[in-house]
């Protein structure tokens, strides 16, 4: 089997709509694939309701979290998208992208660059507008060259000149509010530093006792940049006995990956669908249920 856990929709910041997505992915011969825009759940009908034959479709989201003052993104699987509490703080975070990202294109205006919040509401569409769309935003007016190229503290890294911070939830509530919804918590690109500063491993030692479930080991941008994070993690995942998965963080046409450019073990997706009682993978027409 070959398993995606992480990819994005329009429904936030990717460049296939949901349909598109899961049609792509079963072009790209994959089993299954997880959803997981940030802080939404928006494009999980479109995409169950396109879902081809052979494919499962694992619904999820990205949460976007902080802890001390260092941003982080949680994974969300396979939990019950109308639990009131993890709802409202879903909510809370998507509000507050639309005024994130309008300062955000004003300290780039007073950088110099001529971008314009039209712009970038052109490019998000009818996704969660985010930091993303700024950046292809600035690979338009041709500022940076690519989307990657403008998460760097010169343009939208985390403390960068024109970053802007946005209502985030604390990760170790983040992990009980999905718990409380019978979902499953992986901490996601853990040794991505160049999107930013990192927590430090005490800090995931701390996630882990406080029920986090897994981290994510195999995803093209940390191993990229951090080639020696992958058995320093796969390491720490034993000790603190995590699941360890992998995925390729696809967003379509924003990013030059593609689709389970990374994968997950079959034994550690079974994992997580025997812990999840929230929700339940969805088998495509025709296709095998999961594990």
Known sequence: MRIDLHTHSTASDGTDTPAELVRNAATAGLDVIALTDHDTTRGHAQAIAALPPGLTLVTGAELSCRLDGVGMHMLAYLFDPDEPELARERELVRDDRVPRAQTMVRKLQELGVPVTWEQVARIAGDGSVGRPHVAEALVELGVVGSVSDAFTPQWLADGGRAYAEKHELDPFDAIRLVKAAGGVTVLAHPAAAQRGR??????????????????????????????????????????????????????????????????????IYGEITRRATGAFPVPGAGGAPAA
């Open 198 to 267: 990192i927590v430090p491993e005490s800090a995931i030692a701390e996630l882990a006792a406080a029920g986090l479930d897994g981290i994510e080991v195999d995803h093209p941008e940390q191993l990229a940049y951090a080639p020696e994070s992958g058995p320093r993690l796969r390491a720490l995942a034993a000790d603190l006995g995590l699941l360890v998965t992998g995925s390729s963080d696809y967003h379509g046409t924003r990013k030059t990956v593609a689709l389970g450019e990374f994968t997950t073990d079959p034994e």
